[in-house]
Nanobody
Framework: EVQLQASGGGLVQAGGSLTLSCVASGFTFDDYAVGWFRQAPGKEREAVSCISIPHKDTYYADSVKGRFTISGGASRNTVYLQMSNVKPEDTAVYYC????????????????????WGLGTQVTVSS
């Protein structure tokens, strides 16, 4: 079965670190842009970060620049989001999405459903 799975969430203290993983089953990310989105209760979904393997570009929301790092794994079916110096406002459910042949500007601005969308993982930052 072809799908995405996000994992790695949990409870972390402010100032701490956490690494999320997005794993593809049934395909690799060689031709894909992979993005991380988050949604907090009562707030709109926000594009957090993206990496486009075919276009070799990355994207970070202003709110996470300098604190989060996105990278592809050597296995070619995993993308990581390293979160450091986390803040309470980073608390949300984090989702990953993938779109074939996209660059990151296309992925973060997409208004139709993504090619693949994974179940979320909860990140809670305590103050």
């Amino acid at each position: 079965e072809v799908q995405l799975q996000a994992s790695g969430g949990g409870l972390v203290q402010a100032g701490g670190s956490l690494t999320l993983s997005c794993v593809a089953s049934g395909f690799t990310f060689d031709d894909y842009a992979v993005g991380w989105f988050r949604q907090a209760p009562g707030k709109e979904r926000e594009a957090v970060s993206c990496i486009s393997i075919p276009h070799k570009d990355t994207y970070y929301a202003d709110s996470v620049k300098g604190r989060f790092t996105i990278s592809g794994g050597a296995s070619r079916n995993t993308v990581y989001l390293q979160m450091s110096n986390v803040k309470p406002e980073d608390t949300a459910v984090y989702y990953c999405a993938a779109d074939r042949f996209f660059d990151c500007s296309m992925l973060v601005q997409l208004t139709r459903p993504h090619d693949y969308w994974g179940l979320g993982t909860q990140v809670t930052v305590s103050s």
